[in-house]
């Protein structure tokens, strides 16, 4: 079957999982059945979805009245209804063997003979499940991360019978529900993102368990040193102690020893607590999770990565996945800065090979054991090396560089984390604005954000920490001189605006002499609810383009939906576009100013931006500020405001 050839999409079990599915399936256009076992559980579902569909009409992110989408999907307890005329059936009932026997005997019964049945299991064998069935060739892992409107990924795993053809068909329609999917090479526990991530929590509690650390200490090496959005114990709570102890038994049972739950893991299952589901786990919820910045210990980092560097790397060698599959899913499945490999190439692969040696010397544990993998890896130079032993590595990973005729594009490539910009970023936009400024045959620079939801959110908020106010005047300082490269190139330089462009990446617009907007882009200097200032830049460039007036309002306001006909009254933007054509018409100014005068083009700039007053002196004031502001309680509550998703509560501290 084809992926053009499929209408109906049945989902069974409408828990968190299946209601999810079934709204992404009807998000895309799919007739969907949605089927559990009772009619209070189906109902559930079906009101969980229609709050969901009315949330994301308030945020403006549905392109259909909200009605049309839930008309899509009827819920049914009869499973013969549901499954009878289904091209696609996507189980996600309860994780207990004998239920999804029962599931798949009487499916088979239904179901008709074309259908491709997909299971969203994540911690049983797709062979074992397909073998269930009499289509074990049509069938295969289909699965999502919670919750699944909002997740990225999904994983599609190959059973051992799958048939090539099911799984383009599986891909092909995750790709049709908005989602990037990476094919599971092989039917392994855990497939990917648990597999690496249930040993990293893991880690984080044999750390502890034996006495050298506490939670906050491990919880802000993980989320300040290394970058994950949550530290181990936070994020532990977050999905349930429960589901990860199951997850390392299931590992542990067929992976062996290595994956041996820590006992202090099992005592929080055994004192029922599963985190914030209960109210308590690693930490007391009711009291709030506060994680300090600067707390980090490079041992313990080390000690991470080198587990998450080894999970990799067995994958690997197991033909599980592929270095770049297995990154991007840990960024996309589990919201990683960068994948493990990149993680562990930064960190050096042999630095962390000789920290497993050291502590399986010291405590004869086989979870560290190096893996044949690994030292293969070690040797080679790093999971990113040619076979020659150099790190080969893409000269940008956070950015694209694309030279197309005359115009050098640098495409902003974060999408999953709406495109936000980390100082690695910054490195990487400097050289590259550089790099084309050098290149003769470049005459125009065209900046744009990947994917439709941001050009870019702004400053990465979930790696900023307030504390060090020098430190924080030092990246204020360098976002000034990246934002202001764009001023300061001779070529004229276009931002092709889509989506969302706020804060910091309002003010990367702002050094772009021309911008371009899609009818949906949304702009906004929100700092202020950050209790911070713009800091790149932002109280000088902003006011030379919308005057001092209307710069205030956006500042101060910080509002994040001013919307592109508004900013195109402002003066900021200059052209506003349909949202379908706005892309090529990016495109096009960028090689119409491509076609101008070089010369008469630079002197222009240069003339135009000296005679504004003494930006410099207002920039140097701007970055001591940014500074002073990171070391105050405000920010604080800003950032940890956004991160819980709550409005902030400034004290002025
Ligand atoms: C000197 C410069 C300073 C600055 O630039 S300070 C930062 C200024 N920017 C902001 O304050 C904007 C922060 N972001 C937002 O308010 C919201 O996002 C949006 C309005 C842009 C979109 O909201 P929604 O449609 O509900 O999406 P979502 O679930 O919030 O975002 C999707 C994923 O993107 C991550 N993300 C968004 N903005 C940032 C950011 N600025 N830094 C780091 N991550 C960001 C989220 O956390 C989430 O991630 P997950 O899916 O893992 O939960």
Redesign the pocket.
Known sequence: MNVDDITRVAVLGAGSMGHGIAEVAALAGYEVALRDIDEDLVQDGYENIEWSVEKLAE?D?LDEDPEVVLDRITPLVDLEAAVGDADVVIEAVPEVMDIKTEVYGSLEEYAPDRAIFATNTSSLSITDLSEMTDRPEQFCGMHFFNPPV??QLVEVITGKHTSEETLETVEALAESFDKTSIRVRKDSPGFVVNRILTPLLNEACWAVNEGGADIRTVDSTGKYDIGI?MGPFELADRVGNDVAHHVLEYLNSELGEAYEPCPLLTEKIDEGKFGEKTGEGWYDHDEGVEIPADAGEGAIERRLLAVLANETAKLIEDSVAPIEDIDEAMMLGA?FPDGPGKLADAAGVETLVETLEGRHAETGHPRYEVSDGLREIADNGGFYADDEGEASGRAYEQISVEIDGRVGHIEIDRP???N??TVQMLEEIEHAVEALEEDDDVRSLLVSGAGD??FS????????APGSGLEATEI?RY?QQVTGAFEECPKPVVAAIDG?C????M?LATGADLRVASERAQFGQ??H??G?L???GGTQRLSAIVGEGRAKEIIFTAR?DYDAETMADYGFVNEVVENESFEERARELARELAAGPPIAQKFTKRAMHAGRDDTGAGLEVEAAA?GHLFTTDDVWEGLAA?QQDRDPEFEGQ
């Open positions: 945020k992110r909002r997740m959005p919201g999953h984390r709406m936000s910009i939801r941001a959110a702004g400053f990465d908020a979930a790696s900023a204020s976002g969302y706020l804060g910091g990446g003010e929100p700092e609810n950050l911070l713009p800091g790149w994040n940014f956004f």
